[in-house]
């Protein structure tokens, strides 16, 4: 009897363990009434994108974002599991960041008047979104190999205000020269809830060649990738669960692009990103668009060899991909930019949930 319940008691153990759901994190910048269209039962977190920056406060942009706000956070009635955080920065968002996190006073600040925020709007966390500290990131934007080290410091002084209350997050580049020179992992990481990994954009608007811009698996030296960004953090000690991997909901559309192997890994220019709900319209028979599914890199991409336009993105088939990679590694989940761009009913948000099953 006693082996019975003892058995049980391991079996139970290991059930819950089991059952730990991973996270699915969707990026959000529309409004709080079109979200109700989306299967909210299926996400985790919702990252309100983005808040702004008053001095070193923070605050929202405008009263129709603080509306959407409120009408976010009453989601949670309906979806207990629901949590709603919001973010500030983004590709071009993070200006005055450098210098003004430079200093402990406007950390403090920023700290202190997020909490606040945070106990007056009934909101679960932040996610800090600056691209990129310690590096170039945004064209003009100010940055200083300072910025490492303020980083630490203002996850530190955010931490410290929050307590256990409340969720910190950060979004993080998902390339290489941002993993060594952007973060101090072994100090920012015990402070933080979780990190957002931006595997995606890996090829951007800037480069003058094509590639897959959020591919699961580089086969080139040269190649980022969401494997090699994992890795890297893993191989840095940075626990698992703490690692969420990006998927995009948009490709990029490069123009001027030959033929030679379909437009991959070719000379050309940066024309367009189109969202996921346009695709069947946007890459249809008419336009001489055809489909690849490049095995190596466990990623599509699409060219027309009329029009000399290649496409890179994420579908069902490499989110089913990228979704097996993060039950293989025993990571903490899937996040994605961004969810206005999905399909309201059979997109890729139910790609992920069913992957993650």
Not at 83 to 105: D, H, N, R, T, Y
Not at 185 to 199: G, I, K
């Amino acid at each position: 009897m006693k082996k019975f319940l003892l058995f049980i008691s391991i079996f139970v153990c290991l059930q819950s363990s089991a059952q730990e759901p991973y996270k699915v994190v969707a990026y959000y910048t529309g409004n709080g009434e079109a979200i109700k269209q989306y299967p909210l039962d299926k996400l985790t977190h919702i990252i309100f994108s983005f808040l702004k920056l008053q001095n070193d406060t923070l605050t929202f942009r405008n009263g129709d974002q603080q509306k959407s706000l409120e009408q976010l956070t009453e989601l949670k009635k309906q979806y207990p599991h629901l949590k709603i955080m919001v973010s500030i920065g983004g590709w071009g968002g993070c200006a005055p960041c450098s210098e003004l996190f430079a200093s402990a006073e406007h950390r403090d600040n920023f700290a202190k008047s997020t909490v606040a925020l945070f106990r007056q709007y009934n909101i679960d966390g932040l996610d800090l979104d600056w691209e990129y500290p310690a590096i170039e990131g945004y064209p003009g934007h100010r940055w200083d190999k300072t910025d490492r080290n303020n980083f630490t410091e203002l996850v530190k002084a955010v931490r410290k205000q929050m307590g256990n209350r409340f969720l910190l997050s950060f979004a993080a580049g998902g390339f290489v020269k941002y993993l060594e020179e952007s973060i101090d992992w072994s100090n920012v990481m015990p402070s933080v809830d979780f990190v957002n990994l931006m595997t995606y954009d890996l090829v951007n608007g800037y480069s003058p060649v094509t590639g897959h811009h959020t591919l699961l698996y580089d086969y080139n030296p040269e190649q980022e990738s969401t494997r090699k960004c994992v890795e890297w953090l893993l191989n840095k000690k940075v626990a698992a669960k703490k690692l969420v991997v990006g998927a995009a909901f948009y490709a990029r559309v490069w123009a001027n692009v030959d033929s030679v192997n379909n437009g991959l890994y070719q000379s050309g220019k940066f024309l367009r990103s189109v969202r996921f709900k346009d695709f069947e319209s946007y890459f249809k028979d008419s336009a001489d668009f055809r489909y690849y599914w490049d095995d190596k890199a466990k990623a599509p991409y699409q060219y027309s060899p009329s029009k000399k336009l290649f496409a890179t993105f994420d579908d069902k088939h490499s989110i089913e991909e990228k979704a097996k990679f993060v039950r293989q590694k025993k990571l903490g989940g899937i996040m994605f930019w961004e969810l206005s761009e999905d399909e309201l009913q059979d997109g890729l948000v139910d790609a992920i949930s069913k992957g993650l099953k």
